[in-house]
């Protein structure tokens, strides 16, 4: 079994130690705005903050433009709370974005899988992810981990108008590791979407809400994988014209989730009337003629892509072991990279 495969499967352990901890730690408070600074799968536990933040708080999150700070040398200014995400904490960017926030006395948090990282030391504040170590270049636990980071500052931080503490999104996320492993135990619907994407260059990945950081992260797995282009697009975008690369050479993947529909069942409409192979991952209810990858209902809707992400990042995998590539090192690259 590749190291890529065991890390998948260790992620239901992964969030459960982590939520462990959290609950043993004194939490930092975020102060809105909130600015996150992150790169690659970091950045898209950042757009997942976004959603959940504004959605369960009320609270503005944005993303830190990190290189008109390390590149350009200048001072953004930024307020309220900047908050950097990275599983190795090396990044000189993203550690240059919070050392320049902690100069002007703003609030400055870390979110890392090392706590001994230059990025956890340039932090007023650091919260390990506990993944333990991941060797496989393609991050996984330290992806569904950050996502539970970002759940507990949420969560901790409460509510906007009272100031009391996210009870129901802490007692929901309780669940969440039960539910993974019984996504990673189930196969259904796997096989048929890997025949979909084996043949494919290129494929759409799509979603909306807390959907589209999954849509992201899914769209990074099979590039870096696969070497195949996956373009991430939110359902709303995706409808304003680029739905015109979508077709029977270019599958859709879509993030599905179950409740409120965001757009996404009129792209899976449009895509099925273009003859696009289309692929759901998510609870959600789906047409004919779309291959689905099914997961268990989420006690909280905004909890869905802790499981919608397992089934993108196994479809990679098995995409990648048709094609022959070493899953734990594709393409030759490297599982830490030093932006600056």
Known sequence: ??????????????????????????????????????????????????????????????????????????????????????QSGQSPDIVAVLADARRRGVLTVAVTNDPASPLAASADATLELHAGPERSVAATKTYTTSLAAAAVLVAAAGDDATGDRD???????????????????????????????????????????????????????????????????????LLHGPIAAVGPRTPLVVVQPAGEDLGTGEVLESALRRGAPVIALGAGDVPDGVVRVPVPQPPLPELAPFLDVLPGQRLALVVAQRRGVDVDQPFALSKVTLTS
């Open 1 to 86: 079994m590749s190291l890529l495969e065991q890390e998948i499967q260790e992620q239901p352990a992964a969030v459960r130690r982590f939520l462990d901890a959290a609950a043993q730690t004194e939490l930092p408070q975020l102060v809105p705005p909130v600015w996150v600074a992150a790169r690659g799968t970091s950045d898209n536990a950042g757009r997942y903050l976004q959603y959940l933040a504004g959605l369960r708080r009320g609270t503005a999150v944005g993303l830190a433009t990190s290189s008109t700070i390390a590149r350009a040398g200048r001072s953004l200014g930024y307020d309220g709370t900047v908050l950097g995400i990275s």
């Open 167 to 237: 009870e129901e999104l802490l007692a929901a996320l309780g669940a969440v590791p039960a539910l993974m492993e019984q996504v990673l135990g189930s196969d259904e619907g796997l096989a048929a979407a890997a025949d979909l994407l084996a043949a494919a260059p290129t494929c759409v990945v799509t979603g909306r809400g807390v959907g589209f950081a999954t849509a992201h992260e899914v769209a990074l797995k099979l590039t870096e994988l696969t070497g195949s282009t996956a373009l991430p697009l939110s359902a709303a975008d």
